[in-house]
Each structure stands twice: as C-alpha cells, then as structure tokens.
C-alpha cells in the first residue's frame, strides 16, 4: 500500500528555518513525481514544489523560489523540503503529495497540473510561523 507520511511541522519565527521530511512507503521514488502543497486557513491548496524521481529535475513556486530546496534520499526512499527565511504568509498545512510519471511527462507538466493531477497525499503536517 502506498503511503506517504510528513513530519517536521512546527512553531517558528519569522526569518527562521524548517526542514519538512516525506517518507514514501510502498513504492519507489524513481517512477514517481513527488511534491510539497500547502493549504492556508481559507484559501486554496497550492503547488509549493515538485521533484521528478525519474532524473531529480525541481520547480518551485515564484513564492517561495530561492527559499525553499527540495530534495530527496533514494536510499531512504525520502523526500524533504527545506525552508529558510520563513514568513507569516508561509503558514499553513504542507501536505506531501505523489504522481507517477507518465511517458513524456515532465516535471513541468506535472506541476502545472497541480493539485488535481495528485494520485497519492499525505495526511500533513502543520507550519506555524509566528513572533
């Protein structure tokens, strides 16, 4: 069974730093796209990240571009998302989410699908950013 499972949510200030972990069981990373949404109280789910498991190409949001950095541990079959420099506008749940890769899919392809082009989520995890 597939399952992806987020940790690393928490309190911190403005200006200060989280590394959010996904650790993906079930499957394996090299055939999947896997990526970071958040969802803030009243607003819509947006993309924040994607990272392609078939040749570890990335995009990222213009929101967050040169603050946040996703990776991942093949060996761990896990997925992070460092976030530096945080915001009050950066609180939310950030939810890990999973697509497998389609023949001639792109990782750009698959962020501009969005939301609705997610097959797997996590449950979440919370980021509180907050003086």
């Known amino acids: 069974q597939l399952q992806l499972v987020e940790s690393g949510g928490g309190l911190v200030q403005p200006g200060g730093s989280l590394r959010l972990s996904c650790a993906a069981s079930g499957f394996s990373l090299d055939y999947y796209a896997i990526g970071w949404f958040r969802q803030a109280p009243d607003k819509e789910r947006e993309g924040v990240s994607w990272l392609s498991g078939v040749d570890g190409s990335t995009v990222a949001g213009v929101y967050v571009k040169d603050r946040f950095t996703i990776s991942r541990d093949n060996a761990k079959n896990m997925v992070y998302l460092e976030m530096n420099d945080l915001r009050p506008e950066d609180t939310a749940v950030y939810y890990c989410?999973?697509?497998?890769?389609?023949?001639?899919?792109?990782?750009?392809?698959?962020?501009?699908?969005?939301?609705?082009?997610?097959?797997?989520w996590g449950k979440g995890t919370l980021v509180n950013v907050s003086s």
């Open positions: 989410a999973a697509r497998r890769i389609k023949d001639g899919e792109t990782i750009a392809i698959v962020a501009v699908l969005g939301a609705g082009g997610v097959e797997y």
